[in-house]
């Protein structure tokens, strides 16, 4: 069966400092990726998806970014974080079927 | 723009039916879909809908489409108090790879 994990659960950085989450699927091949912004506990902001590895389609511009480098790892990154970051970000996966499932989620607080 | 729009709250009593709307604006929807999310957690999966479908039954959930009016909602009949979350409304299209989501209902329980 199909699992997806995201790690860290969840996250304290201090302004400017930098963030990788990663997120990586099994038990599928070829999966669209996406990774989603929860801010204050409400509403989904799609952020990146991904239809293959290194093939990144960004849907707002913003200070993060996203990395596909192998089939079923999807990495979300910035440089420099800004308060306005915070949030719960979401990863989730579809394959063909246009069922999405979804991570358990990184609670990120940038302080 | 493809938007997707839900109620933000309803309190329903316990063994009551619960009755949650949605409606969208892109006529090409392909796939409409209900997720769950409990607190601090991902979403959920409940069910989805295919868009040449009017009525999808599943245990406690009925899922309605009213095409037409481009109009969906969830019923959750004998609520409980696990029901108790935030409950989002998707669309999905074959033009493109992205689920829209709406910004979801908060259901709350009353004893």
């Known amino acids: 069966s199909q699992t997806i994990h995201q790690w860290p659960a969840t996250l304290v950085q201090p302004v400017g400092s930098p963030l990788s989450l990663e997120c990586t699927v099994e038990g599928t091949s070829n999966p669209n990726l996406y990774w989603y912004r929860q801010a204050a506990g409400r509403g989904l902001q799609l952020l990146f998806y991904?239809?293959?590895?290194?093939?990144i389609s960004s849907e707002v511009p913003q200070n993060l970014s996203a990395s596909r480098p192998q089939d079923r790892q999807f990495i979300l990154s910035s440089k420099k974080l800004l308060l306005s970051d915070s949030g719960f970000y979401l990863c989730?996966?579809?394959?063909?079927?246009?069922?999405?499932?979804f991570g358990p989620g990184t609670r990120l607080t940038v302080t | 723009g493809e938007d997707v729009e839900q109620s933000l709250f309803l309190s329903v009593r316990e063994g009551d039916s619960s009755v949650i709307n949605c409606t969208y604006t892109d006529s090409s929807s392909t796939y409409l879909y209900w997720y769950k999310q409990e607190p601090g957690a991902g979403l959920q999966l409940l069910t989805y809908?295919?868009?040449?479908?009017d009525m999808k039954q599943d245990q406690r959930l009925t899922v309605l489409l009213n095409k037409k009016d481009k109009h969906l909602s969830l019923r959750i009949a004998d609520t409980q108090t696990g029901d108790s979350a935030i409950y989002f409304c998707a669309e999905t299209s074959n033009r493109d790879d992205k689920i829209i989501f709406g910004k979801g209902t908060r259901l709350h329980i009353l004893p």
């Open positions: 989730a996966w579809t394959s063909g079927s246009y069922e999405q499932y």
């Open positions: 991904s239809v293959g590895i290194g093939q």
């Open positions: 809908i295919f868009s040449n479908m």
